[in-house]
Nanobody, 126 residues
């Protein structure tokens, strides 16, 4: 089992940056692909980014490519989402999730994900 807790959200002006963290409990974390989703006001939850178990493979949705960077530190059981050039449309609750397997395909291709955090609010506003 993996327990996930997000942090780092807040209010930032357009063009600003934030770094989200997702702290995971359990030794299984190091073997799992990890990723981020977000849900904006009145919108469905959408996939943002994923990193494989080793941190050497990543994948992003088009809307955040070049602006967001996902990474992980397996020594700290933590996944990060560095967000820059933030836009008002990035406003959302950001959720961390874990796949059963270790590859990005295990995460993106899964019909459902069993491990979720409770989310952290990011608001981009002037």
């Amino acid at each position: 089992q993996v327990h996930l807790v997000e942090s780092g959200g807040g209010v930032v002006q357009p063009g600003g940056s934030l770094r989200l963290s997702c702290a995971a409990s359990g030794p299984a974390f190091r073997m799992k692909a990890m990723g981020w989703f977000r849900q904006g006001p009145g919108k469905e939850r959408e996939f943002i980014a994923v990193v494989n178990w080793s941190g050497h493979s990543t994948y992003y949705t088009d809307s955040v490519k070049g602006r967001f960077t996902i990474s992980r530190d397996n020594t700290k059981n933590t996944v990060y989402l560095q967000m820059s050039s933030l836009k008002p449309e990035d406003t959302a609750v950001y959720y961390c999730a874990a796949a059963e397997g270790g590859s990005t395909a295990d995460f993106v291709g899964a019909p459902s994900l069993n491990f979720w955090g409770r989310g952290t609010q990011v608001t981009v506003s002037s």
